[in-house]
């Protein structure tokens, strides 16, 4: 945004179009530095300007190219949201989802993902919850870390049995 010189009003600035050449260098450099989904590359695509039928034509020359790989970007999302952000397999699937995924390529990935460090990653995280949470019931509590499991993306299964862990009984 910039002021205009003839009054105080801000004028949004005007983006320039990209050629379908200029999509597909800029998207070749964005690609070498990290893992970009089809899907965010379709995304930079239209905020660019770039016309609907070209496209698909850039996208098909960075995959032919294997600068965009959605096998390779769900395992690396998978690992990283899994093990760094704890994340759960339903959220994970969530976010691939969004980022332009398929289906297939993300149900493959996440039957990669171990159950038990699943189960004992959710269990870690409802401790450290537990310290830093006010209740004023134990069913209160419950109920606090079993929204706080499920937001996380976890089964609710998985929640209810480390909440049963971690939460001392009456």
């Known amino acids: 945004m910039r002021k205009s010189e003839v009054d105080d009003e801000v004028v949004p600035r005007e983006r320039k179009k990209k050629s379908a050449a200029e999509a597909l260098n800029a998207l070749m450099r964005l690609c070498s530095r990290a893992e970009k989904s089809s899907g965010d590359a379709l995304r930079l695509m239209r905020t660019w300007g770039v016309e609907a039928r070209e496209q698909q034509g850039?996208?098909?020359k960075l995959q032919e190219m294997r600068f965009i790989d959605d096998n390779r970007y769900a395992e690396a999302y998978t690992r990283e949201k899994s093990a760094m952000a704890g994340w759960g397999a339903r959220k994970i699937a969530q976010q691939l989802r969004l980022k332009g995924v398929s289906g297939e390529i993300i149900s493959r990935v996440?039957?990669?993902?171990?159950?038990?460090e699943q189960a004992e990653r959710i269990e870690e995280k409802l401790r450290r919850k537990l310290r830093t949470t006010k209740y004023n019931s134990l069913f209160d509590l419950r109920g606090k870390l079993l929204r706080y499991g499920l937001g996380l993306g976890y089964d609710y299964d998985m929640v209810i049995e480390a909440i049963d862990k971690v939460v001392p009984q009456e």
Do not use: M
């Open 110 to 116: 996440l039957k990669s993902l171990d159950s038990d």
């Open 58 to 60: 850039v996208l098909d």
